[in-house]
């Protein structure tokens, strides 16, 4: 009989670590309880001095929770995981695991405008220091790698601006300076890259965007190779400050994950339907997508994803005044911030997500006041730039 590890990428995100159940449901029942009973006092202190294992309070561990903690760890190639209320519960306890007062983080220039913020100013409340570095210029970034700098942190792709980092190599500078290495993969997911294989040792997810795929939850997630660490993480940081995912959250995730693989697939094909259609026209300035043989980090995108993804960034000719006509009147594709959902998003990061960045310095950190990011949805792709086409051709009538 087969292991459960023995299976391929998409049946893993299916039947990955399958409950028990006693009812021999199809489908994980949802645990909705703050907390779980006891027989007796006895049976009580057994749980407490670990003779026995059983759940005690959700905060602590829940099974709906922990079923998806293990599907997704599976899919990482880690070895237990760990859910949080957000992205950003998840980021910030996993940035607090591993700095105390006088640490520094090293973090590449172009965030998440939130994971930015917190980086930028929150940390340093706890006498924690961030120092923004171009880790696409390798020598540059051991550079700045000092005796205080305790975790390195970044995404690839970046959000907005589609960056390729070497996952490999700068997990091999970090370790050599006996630094750990934490990669954000939620623009790629799984599907199209598994950090913790190249060498990261946490990978974090915003799984509000493409792990759920529906828009209807905001959660976050971490995993390692270092059993150990995940329990530190868990217990020691995501219990105590607090973070913890709702079971009914966990449930819609699982069921986000049976079609993953499949989501992502088609978010990448519109998206490079998107990017090529852009690509052609002379309106357009610059379009940012790692499939497009110009992108700065096409090769080494090949190298390490499996695919570009979903987001496809882009600047027309002209001032913001453009980008500002462009979204106000599409009509199919929403203008909201988030992404990897079944509808096709737009933003204008500088004025939205990524406002914590300084407006004079954005070219810095590889985008401009009149960058849009689109996240290609599920749609059909001719809807979608039949939508673009009739946009653009108010803006440049
Ligand atoms: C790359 C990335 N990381 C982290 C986050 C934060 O996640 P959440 O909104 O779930 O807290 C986001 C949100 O947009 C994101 O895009």
Redesign the pocket.
């Known amino acids: 009989m087969k292991g459960p590890n023995d299976y391929r990428f998409d049946t893993l995100s299916i039947h990955a670590a399958e409950m028990d159940d006693q009812n021999q449901a199809l489908n994980s029942p949802i645990y909705m309880t703050s907390t779980f009973t006891f027989k007796d006092l006895q049976q009580a202190e057994d749980t407490f001095t670990f003779k026995r294992r059983a759940y005690v309070y959700t905060r602590g561990g829940n099974p709906t929770v922990n079923l998806f903690e293990q599907r997704l760890s599976v899919l990482e190639g880690g070895v237990d995981g760990v859910a949080f209320s ?4 998840a ?1 910030s306890s996993v940035i607090m695991s591993f700095t105390g007062a006088g640490d520094r983080i090293l973090a590449h220039r172009n965030l ?1 405008g ?2 930015f913020g917190f980086l930028n100013h929150l940390v340093s409340h706890y006498g924690v220091k961030t120092d923004f570095v171009n880790m696409t210029d390798l020598d540059l970034f051991e550079t700045f790698i000092s005796p205080q700098t305790k975790v390195v942190y970044f ?1 690839t792709p970046t ?1 907005p601006s589609l960056e390729i980092i070497d996952i490999k190599r700068v997990s091999e500078i970090a370790h050599a300076h006996g630094v750990k290495v934490v990669v ?1 993969n ?2 790629a997911t799984p599907v199209f890259q598994r950090p913790l294989e190249l060498g990261a040792d946490v990978v974090i997810h ?4 493409y792990i759920s795929g529906h828009g209807d939850v ?3 997630f971490a995993t390692s190779k270092d059993f150990d660490y995940v329990q530190r993480l868990k217990f020691g940081f995501m219990c105590e400050l607090g973070g913890v995912m709702s079971p009914f959250n966990a449930w819609l995730l699982l069921r986000g994950l049976k079609t993953l693989s499949l989501r992502m697939d088609r978010h990448a094909s519109n998206a490079m339907k998107i990017a090529n259609y852009l690509n052609d026209l002379d309106e357009v300035e610059r379009v940012i997508y790692p499939s497009l043989p110009e992108h700065p980090g096409h090769k080494l995108a090949a190298t390490q994803m499996n695919g570009s993804g979903g987001i496809v960034s882009f600047e027309l000719r002209g001032d913001r005044d453009k980008a500002e006509t462009f979204v106000k009147n599409l009509e199919l594709i929403k203008l909201a ?3 990897g959902d079944a509808e096709t998003l737009v933003e204008v990061p500088a004025m939205m ?1 990524h406002r914590d960045y300084p407006e004079e310095e954005l070219h810095i950190f590889g985008f401009s006041g009149k960058t849009i990011r689109i996240s290609a949805g599920l749609e059909h792709p001719d809807d979608l730039i039949d939508d673009i086409e009739g946009s653009l051709k108010k803006v440049f009538h």
């Open positions: 957000s992205g950003m519960a980021i998440y939130s994971t995404e959000n954000d939620t623009f915003s799984v509000t965007k905001v959660g976050g911030v988030s992404l997500t």
